[in-house]
């Protein structure tokens, strides 16, 4: 759903997620633990009774966390450009795939479904939709929690980098702070179940967002 940037100043946890956005690598990476933790995250996504949003392939981590969902009995909403369908790199299982025109209009269509975001390893693909809806919160275009499940110390340098903006002023310590990372599938539930939005700016809505 597109959210209004004028919100209360009220600081309420949030509530469980319906739906919940991954992104991940379409690789399966170099140890067997980054699909072990997807398989282990897909299905506690579904045990949970929360959909999963994903890019809608089969391939990688991507494939994994899906099919873990599935085969918990959960749900699983894909959204994927026309030209890699055709590229036959589409899940062809899933409880939904919705095939848009553009890169773009992919990730509007991800953001616009779910209510929280959570990165697994990956690579520049997955780098670049998570830091858009860092950027999108931000500027007050969503106020839902963002994560990095830490697989392997796989994004401790990421870490590092953030808490570095901050030392050299480009990112608040709000801002930082509000950016979970651990390697700890029950911590980060935790952690989004007593997720604390924060006051957004105004001035930006979200037709600023539509692709």
Known sequence: MLI?????????????????????????GQHPIY??????????LARR???????????GLMGTVANAVLNGGG??????????????????GLTELVVVDTMHQRKTRMYELAQAFVALPGGFGTMDEMF???TW????LHRHPCAFLDTQGYYGHLRSMMN???????VTQGRRDSVWFGDSIGELFD?????????????????????
């Not at 309420?12 to 399966?28: F, I, R, T």
């Not at 749900?75 to 062809?92: F, K, M, S, Y």
């Not at 919160?137 to 007050?140: E, H, K, P, R, V």
């Open 164 to 170: 570095h903006m901050v030392a050299e002023g480009f």
């Open 4 to 28: 209004s940037s004028h919100f209360s100043s009220l600081r309420l946890p949030m509530p469980q997620p319906s739906a919940l956005c991954v992104y991940c690598g379409s690789q399966s």
């Open 75 to 92: 749900e699983v909403i894909g959204v994927i450009p026309r030209q890699l369908v055709e590229r036959e790199v589409a899940h062809t």
């Open 49 to 59: 009774g929360i959909a999963l949003v994903y890019g809608g392939g089969k391939v």
């Open 35 to 44: 699909a072990e933790t997807a398989r282990a995250f897909g299905l506690e």
């Open 137 to 140: 919160a931000q500027l007050g």
């Open 191 to 211: 952690w989004m179940n007593q997720y604390h939005a924060g006051v957004a700016p105004h001035g930006v809505d979200a037709s600023s967002i539509k692709a």
């Open 132 to 134: 858009e809806m860092l």
